[in-house]
């Protein structure tokens, strides 16, 4: 994920703050919300950090992930849904789009441009946004070597 992450965010902006990257708006389910999911020639992914909002696949030169980068993208996120499913005791459970990585730095001198670059604010669904029931977040980032703390 981490791979994935890096190579769909390389030239964007590290002077601090979020860069949130959506690589599958535009994909579809044929027959299933996550397990069979569909390329039409009108995906949009996107990236979006300080210096704006780009779409990863119409951008020069096009951001081009290998099938099995979104397999394990797809894998991923399904493990995720079944345990928010198994945690709240739901028979069923459906994405919205988009699903994001989220890649954050630090700079003290960094200003937030809006209420969503301020991620360290308690996280409750539906009081950050509107459309959440559920949210599940999976942090990749190692203990003692890339944070401490909380």
């Given at each position: 994920m981490r791979d994935i992450a890096d190579h769909g965010m390389q030239g964007r902006s590290t002077l601090g703050?979020?860069?949130?990257?959506?690589?599958?708006?535009?994909?579809?389910?044929?027959?299933?919300?996550?397990?069979?999911?569909?390329?039409?020639?009108?995906?949009?992914?996107?990236v979006k950090d300080g210096n704006g909002l780009i779409n990863l696949?119409?951008?020069?030169?096009?951001?081009?992930f290998?099938?099995?980068q979104y397999t394990l993208y797809r894998d991923v996120i399904e493990s995720i849904r079944l345990a928010i499913m198994d945690e709240f005791r739901l028979s069923t459970l459906y994405f919205t789009a988009p699903t994001f990585l989220t890649r954050l730095i630090g700079n003290a001198s960094w200003v937030p441009q809006e209420m969503h670059d301020e991620y360290w604010h308690a996280h409750v669904d539906k009081n950050n946004t509107r459309h959440y029931d559920?949210?599940?977040?999976?942090y990749l980032a190692d203990y003692g070597v890339e944070f401490t703390g909380g």
């Open positions: 703050g979020p860069t949130i990257m959506d690589i599958n708006t535009g994909m579809y389910s044929v027959d299933h919300p996550i397990r069979r999911w569909e390329f039409t020639s009108s995906c949009i992914g996107y696949y119409r951008q020069d030169p096009p951001v081009q290998t099938t099995e559920y949210s599940g977040l999976l």
